[in-house]
C-alpha cells in the first residue's frame, strides 16, 4: 500500500506545480478587453475596362448599321424616348412621361436636364428631327418604328405632339428608337458622313478607326454623379468574320461574347469560361386550321398539344439547343408573372381529354361517329422542306403523336407553297415561326385574318379594350383571361424559342441579365477582378 500512496503524492505536488505556473502566467499578461476580433478585409483590384469584340462591322451609327451587336453597343452611347425594362416593362427615359389622348395621338414631355456628349442641349427639335430622318429612310432597321407617325408637332421647349395615320396598339413601344442631334446633322447627309456621332448615354465615342472603337463614360450624362460606375471605359474590337471574334474570346484577347449561334460551342468549347443563355426571339410553333374538318373541334387541338413532348423534341431534334415555350410572349414578361402556362405533355390529360368528347381508341387508332360517319383523327403537317431543324422537328412530332393514336402525313412543301399557306391559310397544320414583336400586342396570332383562321368573341372584344388600358393590375388580368382562353381552345402550340449565349471569362464580375431588347442591362456595374 505504501508504495501507491507515494505515486499519489507526487501526483498531487506535480498538479500544484503546473497551476501555479499558470496562474502566474495569466497574472502577469495584461488585461484584455472585452471586444470583437479585429477584422482584415482583402482589397480587391478591379478594372474598369472591358473589351467586347463585333464582326462584320458595317457603322457605329444607329440609322445606318444592318448589325444587331452594333444597335445592342449603340444602346450604351444612344438614348431613346421610352426604353424596355428586363421584364419588357415600358420606362420613360428621355421622355419624363407620356400620355395617349386620343386613338392617334401621343403628347410626350421631355426631361430638362439632357445634354449631348459634347455639351450641348437636348431640344424637342432633336427627336422631330430624328422621325423625319428615320421616315425618309426604309432600309433603317427602326424605319418600322416610325412609318405610321403622321406628325410631329412641337408645342412648347419641352414638349412634343405626335399624330398617327392609323391606331397602332401598344404604340409606346414603337418610341424606342435612338434620338440623334438634328444640330450635328441638319446639314449632313448621314449615309455619306464619317463623323463621329454625339449621344445622350451614359458612354460617348471617343475613338473610331478601321479595327476599334473606344467608349468612356460621358461627363455630361445626366445621371452620372448618381451612378456607382465599375466600367469607365470601353474597347471594341473589330473582326472581319464571327470566327475571329470567336478565338479573341478563347485567347482571352476580349472579355465578353454575344451570339445567336446555335453551334458556338463548336468553336469555343464548353468549358473554361461562364455563360448565360436566353430565350431570343425566334419562336417556332404549329399553327392549327380551326376550319378543318378535324381540328375545328377544341378536344383534338387540345389532345395534339397534350401530346407533344418539347423538352423530347429540344433533344432529339434540335440538339438540346432551344428552350421550350408554349405562348407567343416571352416568359419574363411582367404580364404573364404568376401564370401558369402549361409547357409539359400529359398523355393521360389527353385520353381524358378525347373521351370525355366521344372520342374512342379502337384498333390503334382515336375515332368518332361523326354526321353517319367514323372519323379518325389523321391530319397532314405542313413543313417548308428547305428548313432542315424544322423538318426533324415535324418528324418528332409525328412520331409522338403516331404512338398516342393520331396518324400524322408530313407534307414538305417548297419556298413558294410555304409563302402561299401563310398568305391564305389554307392548310391543316402548319409547322412556322415568327420573331416575335417586343410589344405585348397579340392582334397577329388572334386578331382578324390570322394564321389560324381562329375566330373568339370574346377574345376580340380584350384585345380592343386593351389598347386603351394604362392601370397595370388590370391589364395582367385582361392577359390572364388571354392565356386561360388560349389554354382552353389552342389555336396554337407553341413549341420552343432558339437561344442565344452571352459568355464571358473568368475574372469578369457583374450581373448578366440579358433580354431582346437589350443585352447591357447593369453594364456600368461589370468589372474585371484580378
Same mark, same amino acid.
Given at each position: 500500500?505504501?508504495?501507491?500512496?507515494?505515486?499519489?503524492?507526487?501526483?498531487?505536488?506535480?498538479?500544484?506545480?503546473?497551476?501555479?505556473?499558470?496562474?502566474?502566467?495569466?497574472?502577469?499578461?495584461?488585461?484584455?478587453?472585452?471586444? *470583437?476580433?479585429?477584422?482584415?478585409?482583402?482589397?480587391? !483590384?478591379?478594372?474598369?475596362?472591358?473589351?467586347?469584340?463585333?464582326?462584320?462591322?458595317?457603322?457605329?451609327?444607329?440609322?445606318?448599321?444592318?448589325?444587331?451587336?452594333?444597335?445592342?453597343?449603340?444602346?450604351?452611347?444612344?438614348?431613346?424616348?421610352?426604353?424596355?425594362?428586363?421584364?419588357? @416593362?415600358?420606362?420613360?427615359?428621355?421622355?419624363?412621361?407620356?400620355?395617349?389622348?386620343?386613338?392617334?395621338?401621343?403628347?410626350?414631355?421631355?426631361?430638362?436636364?439632357?445634354?449631348?456628349?459634347?455639351?450641348?442641349?437636348?431640344?424637342? #427639335?432633336?427627336?422631330?428631327?430624328?422621325?423625319? &430622318?428615320?421616315?425618309?429612310?426604309?432600309?433603317?432597321?427602326?424605319?418600322?418604328?416610325?412609318?405610321?407617325?403622321?406628325?410631329?408637332?412641337?408645342?412648347?421647349? &419641352? &414638349?412634343?405632339?405626335?399624330?398617327?395615320?392609323?391606331?397602332?396598339?401598344?404604340?409606346?413601344?414603337?418610341?424606342?428608337?435612338?434620338?440623334?442631334?438634328?444640330?450635328?446633322?441638319?446639314?449632313?447627309?448621314?449615309?455619306?458622313?464619317?463623323?463621329?456621332?454625339?449621344?445622350?448615354?451614359?458612354?460617348?465615342?471617343?475613338?473610331?478607326?478601321?479595327?476599334?472603337?473606344?467608349?468612356?463614360?460621358?461627363?455630361?450624362?445626366?445621371?452620372?454623379?448618381?451612378?456607382?460606375?465599375?466600367?469607365?471605359?470601353?474597347?471594341?474590337?473589330?473582326?472581319? &468574320?464571327?470566327?475571329?471574334?470567336? *478565338?479573341?474570346?478563347?485567347?482571352?484577347?476580349?472579355?465578353?461574347? @454575344?451570339?445567336? !449561334?446555335?453551334?458556338?460551342?463548336?468553336?469555343?468549347?464548353?468549358?473554361?469560361?461562364?455563360?448565360?443563355?436566353?430565350?431570343?426571339?425566334?419562336?417556332?410553333?404549329?399553327?392549327?386550321?380551326? #376550319?378543318?374538318?378535324?381540328?375545328?373541334?377544341?378536344?383534338?387541338?387540345?389532345?395534339?398539344?397534350?401530346?407533344?413532348?418539347?423538352?423530347?423534341?429540344?433533344?432529339?431534334?434540335?440538339?438540346?439547343?432551344?428552350?421550350?415555350?408554349?405562348?407567343?410572349? #416571352?416568359?419574363?414578361?411582367?404580364?404573364?408573372?404568376?401564370?401558369?402556362?402549361?409547357?409539359?405533355?400529359?398523355?393521360?390529360?389527353?385520353?381524358?381529354?378525347?373521351?370525355?368528347?366521344?372520342?374512342?381508341?379502337?384498333?390503334?387508332?382515336?375515332?368518332?361517329?361523326?354526321?353517319?360517319?367514323?372519323?379518325?383523327?389523321?391530319?397532314?403537317?405542313?413543313?417548308?422542306?428547305?428548313?432542315?431543324?424544322?423538318?426533324?422537328?415535324?418528324?418528332?412530332?409525328?412520331?409522338?403523336?403516331?404512338?398516342?393514336?393520331?396518324?400524322?402525313?408530313?407534307?414538305?412543301?417548297?419556298? !413558294?407553297?410555304?409563302?402561299?399557306?401563310?398568305?391564305? @391559310?389554307?392548310?391543316?397544320?402548319?409547322?412556322?415561326?415568327?420573331?416575335?414583336?417586343?410589344?405585348?400586342?397579340?392582334?397577329?396570332?388572334?386578331?382578324?385574318?390570322?394564321?389560324?383562321?381562329?375566330?373568339?368573341?370574346?377574345?376580340?372584344?380584350?384585345?380592343?379594350?386593351? *389598347?386603351?388600358?394604362?392601370?397595370?393590375?388590370?391589364?395582367?388580368?385582361?392577359?390572364?383571361?388571354?392565356?386561360?382562353?388560349?389554354?382552353?381552345?389552342?389555336?396554337?402550340?407553341?413549341?420552343?424559342? *432558339?437561344?442565344?449565349?452571352?459568355?464571358?471569362?473568368?475574372?469578369?464580375?457583374?450581373?448578366?441579365?440579358?433580354?431582346?431588347?437589350?443585352?447591357?442591362?447593369?453594364?456600368?456595374?461589370?468589372?474585371?477582378?484580378?
Amino acid at each position: 500500500m505504501k508504495p501507491n500512496f507515494s505515486k499519489i503524492m507526487i501526483i498531487i505536488i506535480v498538479l500544484c506545480i503546473i497551476a501555479g505556473v499558470v496562474y502566474y502566467l495569466f497574472k502577469e499578461q495584461p488585461e484584455v478587453e472585452a471586444q *470583437n476580433p479585429e477584422i482584415t478585409y482583402e482589397t480587391v !483590384n478591379i478594372i474598369t475596362n472591358l473589351r467586347l469584340g463585333i464582326s462584320d462591322f458595317d457603322s457605329i451609327h444607329p440609322y445606318k448599321t444592318q448589325n444587331r451587336e452594333v444597335l445592342y453597343l449603340d444602346t450604351l452611347i444612344f438614348e431613346p424616348l421610352l426604353s424596355i425594362s428586363q421584364d419588357y @416593362h415600358i420606362e420613360n427615359c428621355l421622355a419624363e412621361e407620356w400620355s395617349k389622348i386620343g386613338e392617334k395621338s401621343y403628347v410626350i414631355k421631355l426631361k430638362k436636364d439632357v445634354k449631348w456628349s459634347n455639351g450641348t442641349e437636348f431640344k424637342p #427639335e432633336d427627336v422631330k428631327f430624328s422621325i423625319e &430622318t428615320l421616315k425618309q429612310d426604309e432600309n433603317s432597321v427602326y424605319y418600322e418604328n416610325v412609318k405610321e407617325i403622321k406628325k410631329v408637332e412641337i408645342i412648347d421647349d &419641352t &414638349t412634343i405632339r405626335i399624330e398617327l395615320d392609323k391606331e397602332i396598339p401598344f404604340f409606346e413601344y414603337y418610341l424606342i428608337f435612338p434620338i440623334i442631334s438634328s444640330e450635328q446633322y441638319k446639314d449632313v447627309d448621314i449615309q455619306k458622313s464619317d463623323t463621329i456621332p454625339v449621344g445622350t448615354g451614359q458612354y460617348e465615342i471617343t475613338k473610331l478607326e478601321k479595327n476599334k472603337i473606344d467608349l468612356k463614360e460621358n461627363s455630361e450624362w445626366r445621371m452620372i454623379e448618381n451612378q456607382n460606375s465599375n466600367t469607365k471605359t470601353v474597347s471594341v474590337q473589330l473582326y472581319d &468574320t464571327m470566327g475571329e471574334v470567336y *478565338n479573341a474570346f478563347k485567347l482571352g484577347s476580349i472579355d465578353l461574347l @454575344h451570339t445567336t !449561334n446555335r453551334d458556338v460551342e463548336e468553336y469555343i468549347g464548353s468549358m473554361g469560361y461562364g455563360k448565360v443563355q436566353y430565350q431570343n426571339r425566334e419562336y417556332d410553333y404549329l399553327a392549327l386550321n380551326c #376550319e378543318n374538318t378535324l381540328l375545328k373541334y377544341p378536344e383534338v387541338r387540345k389532345a395534339i398539344s397534350l401530346v407533344i413532348d418539347r423538352n423530347k423534341i429540344i433533344t432529339t431534334a434540335l440538339g438540346n439547343k432551344a428552350q421550350s415555350a408554349s405562348f407567343p410572349l #416571352e416568359e419574363g414578361n411582367y404580364l404573364l408573372q404568376n401564370l401558369e402556362i402549361t409547357k409539359k405533355a400529359n398523355v393521360e390529360s389527353a385520353k381524358k381529354t378525347l373521351e370525355n368528347a366521344g372520342w374512342s381508341y379502337e384498333d390503334g387508332f382515336w375515332q368518332k361517329e361523326i354526321n353517319g360517319r367514323t372519323k379518325t383523327i389523321n391530319i397532314t403537317l405542313a413543313v417548308s422542306k428547305n428548313n432542315e431543324a424544322r423538318v426533324k422537328v415535324a418528324e418528332e412530332i409525328k412520331k409522338q403523336l403516331k404512338s398516342f393514336g393520331i396518324e400524322i402525313s408530313i407534307n414538305k412543301i417548297s419556298d !413558294n407553297q410555304y409563302k402561299n399557306y401563310l398568305k391564305k @391559310h389554307q392548310y391543316e397544320m402548319l409547322l412556322t415561326g415568327v420573331n416575335t414583336s417586343l410589344s405585348p400586342d397579340l392582334n397577329s396570332f388572334f386578331g382578324d385574318d390570322n394564321l389560324a383562321n381562329y375566330k373568339n368573341e370574346e377574345l376580340q372584344t380584350i384585345l380592343k379594350d386593351i *389598347n386603351s388600358i394604362t392601370k397595370e393590375e388590370l391589364l395582367k388580368e385582361k392577359y390572364s383571361r388571354i392565356v386561360q382562353i388560349y389554354q382552353d381552345e389552342i389555336p396554337y402550340i407553341g413549341l420552343y424559342r *432558339n437561344q442565344n449565349l452571352f459568355a464571358y471569362n473568368t475574372s469578369f464580375r457583374g450581373e448578366i441579365t440579358p433580354n431582346n431588347y437589350n443585352i447591357y442591362y447593369h453594364f456600368s456595374e461589370w468589372y474585371k477582378q484580378y
